[in-house]
């Protein structure tokens, strides 16, 4: 299911320079990183994305769902940076929790969250309560809570972010796994989220896309005498400072 922004402009007050204005952005299949400094305007796209906002002006689309209606919502899921736990709930009362909201009967959401607890390998977890898991346990319950409702796009914003190398791994490859099945819109500020698994490279900065495509494309953006082991880190700066 494509998603697709066109001309899309939106600031938080209307007497300040917009974040993003005139945006015009489509959502390829697979993985993308989302890659931007902070400031950069990756949160709002992401939000305007999920219909969390509206845009002062333009469109946005997928399929041929209506942007802000039930059925839009329940496509399209957005992971904020924060994942809250509800003490009170297991990981899977909060994913059927979600489902719920989202309009699943009790019952299918019940079913279904053991299933959406289990692509993100937290089979183990499910009776366990919120308040108990790790971060990074807790933002894989924030993706199995996206994906419970059957979600064909899923944003996620910043979802590594305190993360150890050994859970960013563990995340990564369940994202690369939904491949096929949903296509996967991260942000990130930090070029070590770029994998060998991704397909996509979107390089946001002052509410402008300096780069999108292939991962291979933005690679060659790495300036010549770049050591191999910051070839992501040299292409990442070289389109920041081409894009000042």
């Known amino acids: 299911?494509?998603?697709?922004?066109?001309?899309?402009?939106?600031?938080?007050?209307?007497?300040?320079?917009?974040?993003?204005?005139?945006?015009?952005?489509?959502?390829?299949e697979g993985l993308t990183i989302l890659l931007g400094p902070n400031g950069a305007g990756k949160s709002t796209l992401l939000k305007l994305a999920a219909s969390v906002v509206s845009p002062r002006s333009g469109a946005i689309t997928c399929g041929d769902l209506v942007?802000?209606?039930p059925s839009y919502r329940r496509?399209?899921?957005?992971?904020?940076?924060?994942?809250?736990?509800?003490?009170?709930?297991?990981a899977r009362e909060y994913v059927a929790y979600v489902g719920w909201l989202k309009g699943m009967t009790r019952g299918d959401a019940w079913h279904h969250a053991r299933r959406a607890l289990h692509r993100v390998e937290l089979t183990d977890k499910v009776s366990e309560k919120t308040s108990r898991l790790s971060g990074g346990q807790l933002r894989r319950v924030g993706v199995a809570a996206a994906l419970v409702h059957g979600a064909r796009v899923l944003l996620l914003d910043e979802p590594t972010a305190g993360m150890d190398p050994r859970q960013r791994r563990v995340f990564r490859d369940i994202l690369a796994d939904l491949r096929g099945d949903v296509r996967v819109l991260m942000s990130t500020h930090d070029v070590a989220d770029l994998a060998e698994e991704a397909d996509h490279v979107t390089v946001l900065d002052e509410g402008r896309v300096l780069h999108t495509g292939t991962t291979a494309s933005f690679f060659r953006h790495t300036p010549a005498d770049t050591a191999p082991a910051r070839a992501a880190e040299g292409a990442y700066t070289a389109l920041l400072s081409r894009g000042h």
Do not use: H, K
């Not at 209307?14 to 945006?23: A, C, G, S």
């Not at 496509?75 to 297991?90: E, G, K, N, R």
């Open 1 to 28: 299911m494509e998603l697709e922004l066109s001309a899309c402009t939106y600031g938080y007050r209307r007497r300040r320079r917009p974040v993003l204005e005139n945006l015009d952005y489509r959502l390829a």
């Open 67 to 69: 942007f802000g209606s």
């Open 75 to 90: 496509a399209v899921a957005w992971m904020p940076q924060t994942i809250t736990p509800l003490p009170s709930l297991t």
